[in-house]
């Protein structure tokens, strides 16, 4: 079993929709959750991040972290057809730091104008 | 700031040789770090680096060698491709000191025949 697991979609919605994105995993030491962005051909860049559990919004994006269920989600609201990328999850343990991060597979969205 | 560079962008290595996989950042990083993303899989940890001459195996080292001696460069070296070592390979960096916001180059294809 994957420490994180993803389902890899693909995930398709018309424009304007709330799109909701989730992982879960196994590892009770992870203390950091990140969502990345991903477009095609290119290098995953920092969408959000949270630390322990709780919300985080910033903009359209909220990102939710439930430890006691070992589960967090990514909420995109007015979801617009250049957010069409994929989405991964990814965690470390407090004491690793950013630098060994534990991806999700990630979620391949489309956003259909 | 280029951020982070890696070349080449794509290569076809024939089983058996070798290459190295450059990268390069230019924000005075601490912590720097090689992934391989594939299919369904997500990005895994091969090597990552605290700090000039100080390297640590990741998820999925075996058959890749890295070193760093400086702050700036990271070069991650195929000894003996093959074709399990077809993947896209990404390097990251990041400032350390606990948690920073981990930067992604534009990803090397490499293809070994």
């Known amino acids: 079993q994957k420490e994180v697991e993803q389902d890899p979609g693909p995930l398709s919605v018309p424009e304007g929709a709330i799109v909701s994105l989730n992982c879960t995993y196994s590892?009770?030491?992870?203390?950091?959750f990140m969502w990345y962005r991903q477009y095609s051909r290119k290098g995953p860049e920092l969408l959000m991040y949270t630390y322990s559990s709780g919300n985080k919004e910033d903009g359209r994006f909220t990102a939710q972290v439930d430890k006691s269920s070992k589960y967090i989600s990514l909420f995109i609201r007015d979801s617009q057809p250049s957010d069409s990328a994929t989405y991964l999850c990814?965690?470390?343990?407090?004491?690793?730091?950013?630098?060994?991060?534990?991806f999700g597979q990630g979620t391949r969205l489309t956003i259909n104008p | 700031n280029a951020g982070v560079t890696q070349t080449p962008k794509f290569q076809v290595l024939k089983t058996g040789q070798s290459m190295t996989l450059q990268c390069a950042q230019d924000?005075?990083?601490?912590?720097m770090s090689w992934y391989r993303q594939d299919p369904g899989m997500g990005l895994r940890l091969i090597h990552y680096?605290?700090?000039?001459?100080?390297?640590d195996q990741g998820e999925v080292p075996n058959g890749y060698n890295v070193s760093r001696s400086t702050t700036e460069d990271f070069p991650l070296r195929l000894l003996s491709a093959a074709p399990s070592q077809t993947s896209v390979y990404f390097c990251a960096s990041n400032p350390g000191g606990g948690w920073g916001t981990q930067y992604f180059g534009p990803g090397t294809r490499l293809l070994v025949l």
């Open positions: 590892n009770s030491a992870f203390q950091y």
């Open positions: 924000m005075n990083h601490e912590y």
């Open positions: 680096s605290v700090g000039a001459g100080i390297t």
């Open positions: 990814a965690m470390s343990a407090a004491r690793e730091g950013a630098q060994k991060l534990v």
